[in-house]
Nanobody, 124 residues
Framework: QVQLVESGGGSVQAGGSLRLSCAAS????????MGWFRQAPGKEREFVAA????????LYADSVKGRFTISRDNAKSTVYLQMNSLKPGDTAVYYC?????????????????WGQGAQVTVSS
């Protein structure tokens, strides 16, 4: 079992930056591919970014590519999402998630563990 706790959400003006953190506890964190998803009111949960266990392979949604960076520190059992040049369209609840094995990293149905979510609000 893996427990995930997000932190770092908040409110920011367009063009600003935020960094989300996701602290993991439980089984060996470094073995799990990790992802970030977001969900705005009335919308389906959507893929934001993912990172494989070693950190060398990352994936991004086209909507955030070049603005967001996912990284992980296996020694601290933490994954990060650095968000720059934020836009009002980035407003959502952001969730971190972990997979037990390497499946489609962009599909939220392929993740086994989820955090409670962190609100990110970007005003114009």
């Amino acid at each position: 079992q893996v427990q995930l706790v997000e932190s770092g959400g908040g409110s920011v003006q367009a063009g600003g930056s935020l960094r989300l953190s996701c602290a993991a506890s439980g089984r060996t964190f470094s073995n799990y591919p990790m992802g970030w998803f977001r969900q705005a009111p009335g919308k389906e949960r959507e893929f934001v970014a993912a990172i494989r266990w070693g950190g060398a392979v990352t994936l991004y949604a086209d909507s955030v590519k070049g603005r967001f960076t996912i990284s992980r520190d296996n020694a601290k059992s933490t994954v990060y999402l650095q968000m720059n040049s934020l836009k009002p369209g980035d407003t959502a609840v952001y969730y971190c998630a972990a997979q037990r094995d390497n499946r489609d990293a962009t599909n939220y149905r392929h993740y086994d563990y989820w955090g409670q979510g962190a609100q990110v609000t970007v005003s114009s």
